[in-house]
């Protein structure tokens, strides 16, 4: 598995990678009708698509916040975390390139958040594995 250029390992292969711009989610676009799917989508299901292939494509880092709730619980499995478990935000952010995605919060006061503001994509530890080490996922940090 490899590792990521901050040091940690994706707790998920092929969702996000660090690339030379900085973090970016990884998707595929619609070459018949230019819709955007995170993650990678093998046909496209819009209604009035003409017809067209899947290409890959890269989302981010820019988003605005839609909307959030603190995770008071811990999720269910598959879900990963290091005990004992710490609340942390989940937001909606819209992505410019016309997603909304569900992601980790980073680093942000559930108080100080508003609706609209700007968000960055980033790549930050979700958990520690006995095996993997530190796993990473993509998560989004005020702008
Ligand atoms: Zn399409």
Do not use: I, K
């Not at 998707?27 to 046909?43: N, W």
């Amino acid at each position: 598995m490899a590792q990521d250029a901050t040091g940690g390992t994706p707790v998920v292969e092929g969702l996000f990678a660090q690339t030379a711009d900085g973090p970016r989610l990884l998707g595929s676009r619609c070459s018949g009708c230019g819709t955007p799917y995170f993650p990678r989508a093998s046909v496209c299901n819009h209604p009035e698509c003409p017809g067209g292939t899947l290409e890959s494509a890269a989302f981010g880092p820019a988003g605005t916040l839609w909307s959030w709730a603190v995770q008071n619980y811990p999720p269910p499995p598959p879900a990963r975390y290091d005990e004992p478990y710490s609340p942390y935000t989940l937001g909606l952010v819209d992505l410019a390139e016309g997603l909304r995605v569900l992601a980790r919060l980073r680093s942000a006061d559930p108080a100080r958040l508003r609706a609209g503001m700007a968000v960055s994509l980033v790549l930050a530890p979700l958990c520690r594995d006995a095996s993997r080490g530190e796993l990473l996922t993509w998560q989004f940090e005020p702008a």
